[in-house]
C-alpha cells in the first residue's frame, strides 16, 4: 500500500520561507523519481520540481532560484525548501512518486503567501 503524505505548509508573508515534507512509505522509495506539484485555485495544476532516481533535479523557471528540492533515502522523506515566497505561489502543493509516470499521489499542503 503505497502512501505519501505531505506536511509544513501554512500562512506566511511574502519575502518569507517554508519547508515542505513528504513522507513516502509502501514501496522502494530510492528507486522512483519523486516531483513536487501545486495547484492554484482556477488554474491548471504544474510542475515545480522534480528529483531522479540518480539524484538529477529541475525546476520550473519561476522556483528555479527561490526553491530547493531534495530527498533523504534513509528517511523515505521528500523535501521543497521554498524561499522568497511570493502570492503567486499560494497553492495546494502535492508530492509525486513514479517511474515513467507519476503513479502515487499525495492528497496535498495548503500554502499561503500574503
Known amino acids: 500500500h503505497v502512501q505519501l503524505v505531505e506536511s509544513g505548509g501554512g500562512s506566511v508573508q511574502a519575502g518569507g520561507s517554508l519547508r515542505l515534507s513528504c513522507r513516502a512509505s509502501?514501496?522502494?522509495?530510492?528507486?522512483?523519481?519523486m516531483a513536487w506539484f501545486r495547484q492554484a485555485p482556477g488554474k491548471e495544476r504544474e510542475a515545480v520540481a522534480t528529483v531522479k532516481s540518480d539524484g538529477a533535479t529541475s525546476y520550473a523557471d519561476s522556483v528555479s532560484v527561490r526553491f530547493t528540492i531534495s530527498k533523504d533515502n534513509a528517511k523515505n522523506t521528500l523535501y521543497l525548501e521554498m524561499n522568497s515566497l511570493k502570492p503567486e505561489d499560494t497553492a495546494m502543493y502535492y508530492c509525486?512518486?513514479?517511474?515513467?509516470?507519476?503513479?502515487?499521489w499525495g492528497k496535498g499542503t495548503q500554502v499561503t503567501v500574503s
Open positions: 509525486a512518486a513514479g517511474t515513467v509516470v507519476f503513479t502515487y
Open positions: 509502501g514501496y522502494t522509495y530510492s528507486r522512483y523519481c
